[in-house]
């Protein structure tokens, strides 16, 4: 089956690829790009561990083809964080316990990036229904929910 | 998934072309929401993926107070949900749309997609009903127009023949005396399936409610509107008692199935419920 040339900004860097139709953003992603930090939990977009951003809005990758993201600008939980310095997000995960296992942490974390960049001023229950794409099955969501309200509170004062 | 060959033409007529080339074999790509799922599980195996994403008139949003509103059917449901056109002048639309799976989805999802697919119970259903949807389809034959009204056949089937597309929706202009809303019941707040969708939209006139319109989804092999309960109502001053026989009337014209979700009594239940609740609100709207 024809490979089809693909050529997409993941984070910083360009990478122009041939790739199956078949493949999901999410395995172009983890298997081909070799970036694994976003997670394959249910591959039926119900979990929301695949999250990335894809022109700013954030997508369940499992649920989109590799080729459709040509020439597509995509952030990953990998490029939130600058050289020496975690995103203020990734901060309050830990400050506030906002994890258990980890494996939907990138998910949640990369959600809450694209919608906070939309509404910096969220309320508790604008956050709890934004993130209702994401499940976390260690734990409730107390500490998730806290963290990012934290974050909000100082990214809005940063 | 299974392997395919992949198709991204930017004009109609070329993706009509291959969806007639390939009959049976192709598939159309909107969002993918609904596709990749399929394909994953293998109850979809297409030879052939003709996306629609390259094709740029399917995207537009266009409203004018002559000739009303245009959807592009590669309308994402985020952008409906918060089109602020939309919300004001065709709410129970942004509201269906808002309630489709969670953000993620809706980034994806598409209002062409979630009618092409002809569930029973898609969420952006019941609002076109009521909101005097026309559905556009093309192929490279030509274009036609059909009232959204006659375009669900039963479940997962439609009128669309081989090579058609649909290509937008287009709803005549709203006045500010006129008023929408659409109720989801479920049980999540997101990432649910409705066991029951209603959408009501009704203008306000001196004290009465005229051009009153009932859609119902997820009661019936396809979204219908409730015409027995919009007669008795349109010319009429909402009562109590009239809200209560049109309930009865909304409920009497679904015809529900029992299943997993919630048993055909508790759907039949409300459909009455919401129908008094979402004409209240669409009244309410309509007044101001």
């Known amino acids: 089956m024809k490979k089809h040339p693909v050529s997409l900004t993941v984070n910083t860097d360009t990478y122009d690829l041939l790739i199956e139709p078949r493949k999901t953003l999410l395995a172009t992603l983890r298997d081909t790009i070799g970036l694994t930090g976003t997670k394959e939990g249910c591959s039926t977009g119900d979990c929301g561990a695949c999250t990335v951003i894809v022109d700013g809005k954030a997508v369940t990758s499992c649920m989109m083809l590799g080729v459709s993201a040509n020439g597509k600008e995509i952030t990953t939980v990998e490029g939130l964080a600058s050289r020496d310095q975690l995103h203020p997000i990734q901060q309050?995960?830990?400050?506030?316990?906002?994890y258990q296992c980890g494996f939907c942490t990138p998910g949640f974390i990369v959600a809450s990036k694209a919608y906070l960049d939309e509404n910096p001023n969220a309320t508790e229950a604008e956050i709890r229904h934004a993130l209702g794409n994401n499940i976390c099955r260690c734990t409730g969501y107390t500490k998730i929910i806290e963290a990012v309200m934290s974050a909000a509170e100082a990214m809005r004062n940063a | 998934m299974?392997?395919?060959?992949?198709?991204?033409?930017?004009?109609?007529?070329?993706?009509?072309?291959?969806?007639?080339?390939?009959?049976?074999?192709a598939k159309l790509l909107a969002g993918g929401t609904d596709l990749i799922i399929e394909m994953k599980a293998r109850t979809a195996t297409p030879e052939y993926v003709i996306s629609l994403e390259k094709i740029p008139e399917l995207a537009d949003i266009t409203y004018d107070e002559e000739s009303g509103l245009r959807i592009g059917a590669l309308t994402k449901l985020r952008t409906l949900e918060k089109d602020s056109i939309i919300r004001e002048r065709y709410t129970a639309l942004a509201e269906g749309a808002g309630e489709v799976g969670g953000v993620q989805i809706r980034h994806l999802a598409t209002i062409g997609g979630n009618i092409s697919h002809g569930s029973p119970a898609a969420d952006t259903a019941a609002p076109l009903l009521v909101l005097g949807a026309q559905v556009r389809i093309a192929s490279a034959d030509g274009e036609r127009t059909v009232p959204i009204e006659l375009f669900f056949l039963g479940p997962g089937q439609t009128v669309l023949e081989t090579g058609e597309i649909v290509t937008a929706f287009e709803c005549p202009p709203r006045s500010a005396n006129e008023g929408s809303q659409y109720i989801k019941q479920k049980i999540r707040e997101v990432m649910d399936l409705a066991f029951v969708g209603v959408a009501s939209s009704a203008k306000s006139d001196n004290g009465t409610v005229s051009e009153v319109k009932i859609g119902l989804a997820a009661v019936a092999p396809t979204p219908?509107?409730?015409?027995?309960?919009?007669?008795?109502?349109?010319?009429?001053?909402?009562?109590?008692?009239?809200?209560?026989?049109?309930?009865?009337?909304?409920?009497?014209?679904?015809?529900?199935i029992s299943d997993l979700r919630c048993s055909a009594e508790h759907r039949r239940e409300m459909v009455g419920v919401l129908t008094r609740r979402t004409l209240q609100a669409a009244a309410a709207l309509a007044q101001g």
């Open chain 1, 92 to 98: 309050a995960f830990i400050d506030k316990g906002g």
């Open chain 2, 2 to 25: 299974r392997n395919f060959e992949f198709f991204e033409p930017t004009t109609i007529e070329d993706a009509s072309a291959l969806l007639t080339k390939y009959n049976g074999k």
């Open chain 2, 224 to 256: 219908l509107r409730a015409t027995d309960a919009e007669a008795m109502i349109n010319g009429n001053s909402l009562t109590p008692e009239l809200l209560e026989q049109a309930a009865a009337a909304a409920s009497a014209q679904s015809s529900p």
